[in-house]
């Protein structure tokens, strides 16, 4: 039951909390969202005094709040339709942030409101650790995390009370379908007293502390078991009574319809307790699953919860079989239909317990390649309380498509699953498909699949742009066995997985994974996902992704970076922080064949398998455009020889190296892909240029020197044996020449400032006409030129040519002596015999 439903069903908290939403205007949409509105405000995590989360997540939750209504409007009720439309015009005039406070506020009211109905409805006495009986408001608004004034949170620690738990709220009953769980239970956000809200993922949940809650069912189910006493008196009054005539007879008579009535709503307010106490199971474990799909993004990940999750439900399992069979035993004594309705509605509750906990622990690779082999294994949370392990039942699986997954889970949650025919609903074929529960010592009730293959695969048609990387496939459990004389037939599905063929279809699959994973909502119809999420929340999935992937995290500067990259067609200049799904891994970069997924995914592969120490280590600056690298480079104190390493903008999976060269320019060096260091890594291509200082990659560190930077990712080099065969060993060392110039200088290297060759170096080409004297000049009248009757003035002209053209760019002589120089040459080459030497020429070098 939503929280909605149980204000209503008083009216006078109807009356108040309807006054309290048509303040704004809001009472409709309450009404017309009220289960979305709960699921949505009571699964955000906010920090206390954290005024811009605060706002970012209003704005976040006005965009779909939008976005919902205006999915409504599909509806047949004309009156509806337009109604959403005056909403929808309400909305954008309302500012978020009011909006979003006065809706999370009103559902605090709601709360309290429940709280005190609960203690009037038991005379003032409340259950032991009842969560809606909460004697203390502000312990109650505390525990729950919600707003006080609309902006700042009420600090939990300041609960004096001990066991208290708000907000266990059921988003989604017992019976309701949960298509992402393939089982019954309530959804909803409960959170300890005691409890510190963990480091927010994008929409986190607030839960409570898995401790807390194993002690308050444990707690409830004790103080339960003490209804045995009562019990066994009603009895013996019943049968004394049997045995009696006369007055006698009506007295004890009387006193049985009296204890039969307290029994009953003892047991009634149980049940109660004990519906809020699985939804706040079920919502943990439904915690559970959304945490697993995180970790397929590399998030950190707990598996061990699951067996503080598995205590909780074998204790709701045991506290639902002793209200069932205190019902029997209430019911043998008279046949009452309301008995019997009660006792029909223990019993569904049971079941979606038990279907709930049927669950997949380990999950298949999500982007599958057919025949390959793979492993996954399921497991039952309930398991010995009910025997089902004294006849284990054997778990079958099959793959279904989105549109199979959708129309299944719509036919209801806890449908009856056929299995003569669901391999007819399978689209494709899988090997080794089925295995038998065991119970192991350690209590884990589970099947282990661990040699499955996928051998063929149906797809379905496309549509538009989509692709075969964009089909979201799952694998299918489903078992049957027998609990109480009534057969249950369970099911689960697995996370999303891509199939593919190739290994070149593995990028954009798990674009499509990593985005699902990332941005799904923990109740959904399979596989639907947003296509339009905030940067901030994608920020978070690039970090965990390449932090789990590097063992290094993103810093801001590199995310910045990357965001970026991610804009485009944005003529104002002005940010746009909602990223898409096509800009994200459909769109084409400006100028680039690739997109932002395959450019980072590309990188992310590159420095996982060639450069992960380094990157580790921080000797990568990495994320950095080309202006600003240079621009960086530029301002150095380090002056010559300072470099750089970054990812290329321009090839896929590529870095380059950014240095100053001897002439104080910042220079490139052409990108290298993984193919480049499967032959030499990139700390031996480093050693064999001539740099001198690594740039910082944070501006708090001071720049290394280049062998304390990369010296510990040297490859030793050691002087080869003389071979027996006769062959003479060779090593491989990078090296950049020069543009235009085969025997010329290596251009691109740096050196230090360059000192005036000897004379001989420039006459090493034969009777050279060009010489560097003393005095620091270059002088084109050389006597060791005109001395010598026998030069060939042709000769020296190309020389002079092959010099000038040899010169490297950006050389200071190059601009003062070129001109002067070729206009001699083609003086020469227009009119050999009228050429004449002119006056001696003296550029200083």
Not at 85 to 94: G, K, M, P, S
Not at 222 to 249: R, W
Request: aromatic letters at 8%.
């Amino acid at each position: 039951m939503s929280l909605w439903k149980r204000i209503s069903s008083h009216a006078d908290c109807e009356q108040r909390m309807a006054a309290y939403y048509d303040e704004k205007g809001l009472f409709d949409l309450r009404l017309c969202l009220a289960p979305w509105i709960e699921d949505r405000i009571m699964s955000e995590q906010i920090t206390p005094n954290s005024t811009e989360q605060l706002e970012r997540i209003a704005l976040k939750f006005n965009e779909d709040l939008q976005q919902k209504l205006l999915s409504t409007r599909t509806a047949t009720d004309q009156n509806l339709k337009y109604r959403v439309v005056e909403l929808c015009a309400l909305i954008q005039r309302t500012p978020a942030l009011e909006l979003y406070t006065h809706l999370r506020s009103g559902l605090q009211k709601e709360l309290q409101f429940v709280t005190e109905q609960s203690v009037a409805a038991t005379g003032g006495q409340s259950m032991p650790l009842n969560p809606y009986n909460m004697n203390n408001p502000a312990a109650m608004a505390a525990a729950a995390g919600f707003i006080n004034d609309g902006s700042q949170l009420m600090d939990s620690s300041s609960n004096g009370g001990g066991g208290f738990v708000a907000g266990g709220v059921p988003v989604v009953g017992p019976g309701a379908a949960t298509p992402s769980m393939g089982g019954g239970g309530g959804g909803g956000v409960v959170m300890g007293h005691n409890a510190t809200p963990a480091p927010a993922v994008g929409m986190g949940v607030v839960k409570m502390e898995l401790y807390d809650l194993h002690q308050q069912i444990m707690q409830a189910y004790n103080d339960f078991s003490s209804i045995g006493n009562p019990l066994k008196m009603m009895v013996h009054t019943y049968e004394c009574m049997i045995q009696v005539t006369g007055a006698q007879k009506a007295d004890l008579m009387r006193s049985v319809i009296e204890q039969k009535a307290n029994i009953v709503c003892h047991l009634r307010r149980s049940f109660m307790y004990y519906e809020a106490l699985q939804e706040m199971a079920v919502t943990e474990l439904k915690n559970w699953r959304r945490q697993q799909a995180q970790a397929g993004n590399g998030a950190s990940f707990n598996e061990n919860m699951l067996d503080e999750i598995q205590r909780c439900f074998g204790i709701l399992e045991s506290f639902v079989c002793l209200l069932l069979e205190a019902v029997k035993q209430v019911r043998m004594m008279e046949e009452d239909q309301e008995l019997k309705i009660f006792m029909e509605t223990i019993q569904v509750a049971q079941k979606n317990l038990v279907c709930s906990a049927f669950i997949v622990d380990k999950q298949p690779p999500q982007v599958m390649k057919t025949n390959t082999r793979f492993a996954s294994s399921v497991r039952w949370l309930i398991g010995s309380q009910l025997g089902i392990h004294n006849n284990p039942p054997t778990v079958e699986c099959i793959i279904m498509s989105e549109q199979q997954a959708q129309r299944f889970v719509t036919r209801g949650s806890h449908m009856d699953v056929i299995n003569n025919s669901m391999s007819n609903q399978s689209s494709g074929e899988i090997q080794n498909c089925s295995s038998t529960m065991e119970y192991q010592q350690n209590q884990i009730f589970s099947a282990s699949f661990r040699n499955m293959q996928l051998k063929k695969i149906k797809r379905a048609e496309k549509k538009g742009t989509e692709s075969v990387m964009d089909e979201k496939f799952a694998l299918f459990f489903y078992a049957t066995t027998t609990v109480d004389s009534y057969q249950i037939r369970v099911w689960t599905l697995s996370l999303p997985v891509v199939v593919i063929v190739h290994g070149n279809q593995e990028p954009q699959s798990w674009a499509t994974i990593t985005w699902d994973n990332a941005f799904a909502d923990i109740v959904r119809d399979p596989f639907v996902v947003t296509d339009r999420v905030t940067w901030c929340q994608l920020s978070i999935a690039l970090n965990i992704k390449f932090g789990s992937s590097t063992q290094r995290p993103l810093t801001s500067e590199n995310l910045e970076f990357l965001f970026e990259k991610l804009q485009r067609d944005n003529i104002s200049g002005e940010r746009n922080d909602c990223i898409s799904w096509n800009h994200f891994c459909k769109e084409p970069l400006p100028d680039r064949a690739f997109t932002f997924w395959e450019w980072f995914y590309a990188i992310m592969k590159l420095t996982k398998d060639h450069l992960l120490g380094m990157w580790k280590a921080g000797r990568i600056t990495g994320f950095i455009s080309k202006a600003k690298a240079q621009d960086d480079l530029m301002r150095a104190t380090t002056g010559i020889g300072t470099f750089l390493v970054r990812f290329s903008d321009s090839e896929l999976g590529a870095v380059s190296i950014a240095y100053v060269n001897e002439y104080g320019v910042v220079v490139m060096l052409k990108p290298w892909t993984s193919k480049d260091f499967h032959i030499i890594n990139l700390a031996d291509r480093i050693r064999d240029l001539d740099l001198r200082y690594l740039h910082p990659t944070d501006i708090n560190v001071l720049p290394l020197e280049r062998d304390i930077a990369f010296g510990e990712f040297y490859t030793p080099r050691v002087e080869p044996a003389p071979r027996p065969d006769g062959y003479v060993p060779s090593t491989i060392r990078v090296q950049v020449r020069a543009a235009g110039g085969e025997n010329g200088s290596i251009a691109g290297t740096p050196h230090h400032p360059m000192q005036s060759p000897p004379q001989n170096d420039m006459t090493g080409m034969g009777n050279s006409p060009l010489t560097f004297d003393p005095s620091g000049t270059f002088d084109a009248h050389s006597p060791s030129v005109m001395d010598d009757s026998d030069s060939d003035d042709s000769q020296m002209a190309n020389e002079i040519k092959l010099l000038v053209e040899s010169t490297p760019p950006g050389h200071p002589i190059l601009d003062q002596i070129s001109d002067t120089i070729l206009t001699v040459f083609d003086t020469y080459c227009s009119s050999p015999a009228s050429y004449a030497m002119p006056s001696p020429l003296n550029v200083p070098l």
